[in-house]
């Protein structure tokens, strides 16, 4: 197996890697502008004087946008095509980052977050559906996956921009430099291809043959085009379809994957860190914000391992692993709050233990979440579908963001970090049943598989 996969590595045409590199900019925005508020908010606070309602209103106005880019642009990416939402995206991000730069008013900021938010939305989903629809199967989940490593160098890369722009405050370059990136996706995208898929979806067999040709560097891509002719027959398309009894477990499973990537916690440490930190008896702003770097490499190195992992030991192995690695650290961390002093040592596991969970996420929900929902959706309503995951995973994300300060309040530390533990233990059930291993199958099997009536556990055996 493995020296089948090193066989096809060699043949994979460099062009594929180019093209899922330029697609997943996207991901680095998303990661970027989610990232850049946490330092620009403590400037933006003093400038404006900020009610804490305008404080929050501020930082989370990107999560809405989110929630409205995502749930409005399914549609979009399935007429008129992945290519050409990704590139209406760069162009929203480059606005976006330029209002927000220039914002004269805190109503101008928040609604340029805003507009950021929707941009993020749409690019959350379209760009790993547009590179799993180019890559060959042999190595799309490593490909798709990219655009999760540079969410991650889009977080870490905010932190240090805002740590180079906060000795002169300038949070307006803070937002500035996300114009940077944008362009280059701009730009990059015009020179891309249209994803074959889609366009074998509508009815361009002809363009679809060249695009496949070129993205595989070989003219033998008939067998490809007939499968991805086959299931196109059996499907109708439209919104209806998303509804049909053979479709509602996929639905189920995009939507309640989202549902648990954001609610077992991982936004509550990215977005929270340094509270934690301080939670565990760090005063200091400097260890703060170092420890809070340190979770976000941590965050890019293991992903790194998920990417060469995903498709030599599968889906659902690193999701089985992730989820145990999520619970035992934040019941370890649960356990140290629990305590009532936190002595030096106990200090140094609750960094640890915030460490290991970070880790675990990124070995398996970060990733995996995005690769299986740009996999396991019929080709004319996958960005329908995706879109819908997508939208219920902002949903969630705000929801986690909100309402964690109040249970701190409500359950206390301990309580609320046993919690997260107690939902990525159900979190492991859910995936034990219900999440397929798409590793090695073609997106075109997959969806065979649907119309089989199989249990999701049944593909890939
Ligand atoms: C999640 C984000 C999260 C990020 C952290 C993504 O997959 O969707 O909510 O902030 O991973 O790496």
């Known amino acids: 197996m493995e020296q089948n996969i090193s066989k096809n590595a060699e043949k994979t045409n460099v ?9 997943a900019l996207a991901g680095l925005l998303f990661g970027y502008d989610t990232g850049v508020i946490s330092g620009a908010i403590l400037f933006i606070k003093d400038q404006f004087a900020l009610s804490p309602l305008l404080e929050g209103m501020v ?24 290519r050409r939402v990704l590139i209406a995206t760069a162009i929203i991000f480059t606005l976006g980052s330029i209002g927000t730069a220039m914002a004269p008013t805190v109503a101008f900021l928040i609604m340029g977050r805003v507009v ?49 722009f906060a000795g002169g405050q300038s949070w307006r370059w803070m937002f500035a430099i996300g114009v940077l990136p944008a362009v280059t996706l701009w730009i990059g995208m015009i020179f891309l291809p249209p994803s074959p898929r889609w366009l074998m979806s509508r009815s361009l067999a002809d363009k679809a043959r060249e695009v496949l040709s070129r993205v595989r560097g070989t003219s033998d891509v008939s067998e490809e085009l007939t499968a991805i002719q086959a299931t196109l027959r059996e ?3 439209g919104w209806k379809e998303l509804f049909q009894p053979w479709l509602r477990l996929p639905l189920f499973i995009g939507l309640i994957l989202g549902l648990f990537q954001q609610i077992t916690g991982i936004n509550v440490v990215i977005y929270y860190a340094p509270t934690i930190f301080e939670f565990a008896g760090f005063t200091s ?10 979770v976000g490499i941590v965050n890019v190195l293991m992903t790194i391992v998920a990417i060469k992992l995903v498709d030599r030991v599968g889906r659902r192995p690193l999701l089985a692993v992730g989820l145990i690695g999520m619970a035992i650290s934040l019941s370890v961390l649960g356990f140290a709050f629990s305590l009532p002093t936190l002595t030096e040592a106990l200090k140094w596991i609750a960094v640890g233990s915030l460490m290991l969970y970070v880790a675990s996420f990124a070995i398996s929900l970060g990733p995996i979440f995005w690769l299986i929902i740009a996999e396991i959706y019929p080709l004319k309503i996958r960005g329908r579908a995706m879109s819908l995951a997508t939208m219920f995973s902002w949903i969630c994300n705000l929801a986690v963001a909100l309402t964690f300060l109040i249970l701190i ?11 997260y533990g107690a ?24 969806e065979e598989h649907w119309h089989s009536g199989k249990s999701p556990r049944e593909l890939g055996k």
């Open 59 to 82: 930082v989370s106005a990107v999560l809405l946008g989110a929630v409205i880019g995502a749930a409005s642009s399914g549609q979009l990416s399935d007429r008129f095509g992945r």
């Open 15 to 23: 062009f594929v890697y180019v093209i899922a590199a330029i697609a």
């Open 116 to 164: 950021l938010g929707l941009a993020i939305g749409v690019a959350s989903f379209a760009a790993p559906l547009y590179i799993s629809e180019i890559s060959p199967i042999h190595i799309r989940g490593a490909l798709v996956s990219l655009n999760q490593l540079a969410i991650t160098c889009g977080i870490v890369l905010s932190y240090v921009v805002d740590y180079s």
């Open 235 to 237: 499907e109708s398309g």
């Open 409 to 419: 309040q409500k359950l206390g530390r301990a309580g609320t970090f046993w919690m």
């Open 423 to 446: 939902i990525c233990i159900a979190g492991w059930f859910f995936c034990y049943f219900f999440v397929p291993e798409t590793k090695g199958r073609s997106l075109e099997e997959i």
């Open 285 to 294: 702003a400097a260890v703060a914000i170092l420890a809070t770097a340190g």
